[in-house]
């Protein structure tokens, strides 16, 4: 399986025949050799198309640098935390924009699926968790250069990481993994949903989940019983994990989470991957023809 260009500028992909079955593989090794291989021509297809049609990349890089510039100067000094609120706020930021790369991962699924796409990736030779994978695999590239992107900005409006670079190499690690958890949940919603139109209810339950979190205010201002829901949130655990490995102020409390942030940092995340992968896999296989 190869990809090309045509001459309006469209990304297709070519095909060789169907393998006979001698050419199948038949050993461990040799199948995930041949998934990895087409995993990786889904990845540049979904690259090459973003190459083509930079548009809503870079929207979707503006809007996370504005919400970041938004919070910082419109409503930073109302904010009520710790130390800092640009060290405060940015880890914040580039964990929210993690989690709300969902919509972006949902509608791209849920747009093949609609235009035919996937039942065209589905007719081919190719191994079935290929798509899959290869659309977790662009949209985890796209989120690199998104983070990359608002690192920049957080530099240039002040913000500074204080820990070794080891502790600041793991913080974006954590990060690129909520990502990670985020992709298998929207690529299985896409599959499940099947339509574009279906991203506004995506989006009623993203935002809320996103801001009721310790990313912008320390959950010590809220209600208790809202204040205890928001330091559970997965999100928060994210965050105040980032903001030690960081080295930047975060919020103070006596509750196991907020005094421990780096395990359930990691647990939920993965917990989120072995839940959605498999499904995602195994929905993929299921899709009537």
Do not use: C, K
């Not at 050799?33 to 979707?60: I, Y």
């Not at 949940?185 to 996103?210: C, D, F, K, N, T």
Request: charged letters at 10%.
């Amino acid at each position: 399986m190869t990809g090309m260009t045509d001459m309006t500028g469209t990304t297709s992909l070519a095909f060789s025949s169907a393998p006979s079955p001698a050419e199948l593989p038949t050993t461990a090794a040799s199948r995930l050799r041949w998934a990895l291989a087409d995993a990786w021509t889904v990845t540049r297809r979904d690259l090459a198309h973003w190459a083509n049609q930079p548009g809503m990349l870079v929207a979707n890089l503006l809007f996370s640098v504005m919400v970041l510039l938004m919070f910082g100067f419109l409503f930073g000094g109302a904010m009520a935390v710790p130390g800092d609120y640009w060290e405060f706020l940015v880890p914040g930021v580039f964990a929210l924009t993690m989690v709300f790369g969902v919509e972006s991962t949902f509608t791209a699924i849920s747009t093949d699926l609609a235009r035919g796409v996937t039942d065209r990736f589905r007719s081919l030779p190719m191994a079935a968790s290929a798509v899959v994978v290869g659309r977790a695999t662009a949209d985890l590239l796209n989120s690199a250069v998104t983070l990359a992107v608002l690192v920049a900005a957080g530099l240039a409006a002040g913000w500074q990481p204080h820990g070794t670079l080891g502790t600041t190499l793991a913080a974006f690690g954590l990060l690129l993994l909520l990502r990670l958890a985020m992709l298998w949940l929207g690529i299985y919603l896409g599959l499940v949903a099947r339509g574009p139109e279906s991203v506004m209810a995506l989006q009623i339950l993203v935002w809320p989940v996103g801001f009721l979190s310790n990313a912008f205010v320390s959950p010590a201002t809220m209600p208790g019983w809202l204040g205890a829901i928001a330091e559970w949130n997965p999100l928060s655990a994210t965050v105040a994990a980032v903001r030690d490995l960081f080295g930047n102020p975060g919020w103070t409390s006596d509750s196991w989470v907020a005094t421990h942030p780096m395990l359930p940092a990691v647990v939920w995340p993965v917990l989120l991957i072995a839940v959605f992968f498999p499904l995602s896999v195994r929905h993929f296989r299921q899709l009537s023809r």
